[in-house]
């Protein structure tokens, strides 16, 4: 019960903190980040169509629709999070937590990050302690936001830089996952800014990688509606750490000699 109860205030905090941003934010900074897409896939479509008019070598062809594609995956992952900071705002997002094995669940990360960076020129380093206890979250939730910043971090990680996810106990009752990489960082001030939904910080990389500014609020929120930590560790041309703090679920010993899973306080 003491746990639902904090979960209900930690998720009435949250969703008015996300509300106040949204309603003030959502209309100057969205419509430049919707546009952009949708003209690339109207540009190219219309090349396209003219096929008949001016021919157009083959090779081209598979790069005017890779670009639609691309487009189009980009245009349907800003209105994705849209819905999804309006659902966390409106109070409409549900969550499942249980008592979930973290070394399965972050395998897939592990994989997937593995290869991103390969992709991009960095070293990717996973270090995750044996025998993690169960935690207390939601999977499909925890398994979204550790790809959103695993993500986040290799794009903001320049050529040859390192980004490492770790896995360890923090204390007896406390698990810690942390996503680190040595890429730009951030000053305190530009965290305050990339924690704000559709907040943009402007330096050259980060115009690289445009987006509407939701990654890293969601990801805030969605930790923290499960009754979870998050934080933000980060220098300006040393790196950022991405650090979040979970209850595990405690075994106790029966009077049988069984043993049953608790929540840990």
């Not at 996973?126 to 993500?151: C, G, Q, S, Y």
């Not at 996952?177 to 939904?197: K, Q, R």
Request: proline share 4%; glycine share 8%.
């Amino acid at each position: 019960m003491r746990h639902r109860a904090e979960l209900a205030e930690r998720a009435s905090r949250v969703e008015a903190e996300l509300a106040s941003q949204v309603k003030s934010e959502f209309i100057a900074n969205i419509s430049h980040e919707l546009r952009t897409p949708l003209n690339a896939i109207l540009g190219f479509s219309k090349i396209l169509k003219g096929f008949d008019d001016m021919p157009i070598e083959p090779a081209r062809v598979t790069e005017y629709a890779n670009f639609i594609l691309g487009s189009a995956e980009n245009l349907l992952g800003i209105v994705n999070d849209i819905i999804t900071i309006s659902k966390l705002q409106s109070g409409k997002f549900s969550f499942d937590i249980d008592e979930i094995d973290l070394d399965e669940l972050l395998r897939p990360c592990v994989t997937w990050a593995t290869g991103r960076a390969a992709e991009t020129g960095q070293e990717f380093i996973p270090r995750i302690d044996e025998n993690m206890p169960l935690i207390l979250a939601d999977p499909e939730h925890l398994k979204d936001v550790l790809l959103r910043l695993l993500a986040n971090a290799v794009s903001f990680t320049p050529e040859g830089g390192t980004v490492a996810l770790t896995a360890k106990m923090a204390s007896a009752n406390k698990a810690i996952v942390c996503i680190s990489d040595n890429g730009i960082g951030m000053s305190a001030e530009e965290i305050s800014v990339a924690l704000t939904a559709f907040g943009q910080i402007d330096n050259s990389l980060d115009r690289q990688n445009e987006g509407p500014g939701l990654g890293l609020p969601i990801a805030k929120a969605l930790i923290e509606l499960q009754g979870a930590t998050f934080m933000i560790r980060s220098q300006e041309g040393k790196g950022t750490d991405v650090i979040m703090l979970f209850k595990v679920a405690e075994k106790v010993s029966q009077p049988n000699g069984a043993m049953e899973l608790n929540h840990a306080g």
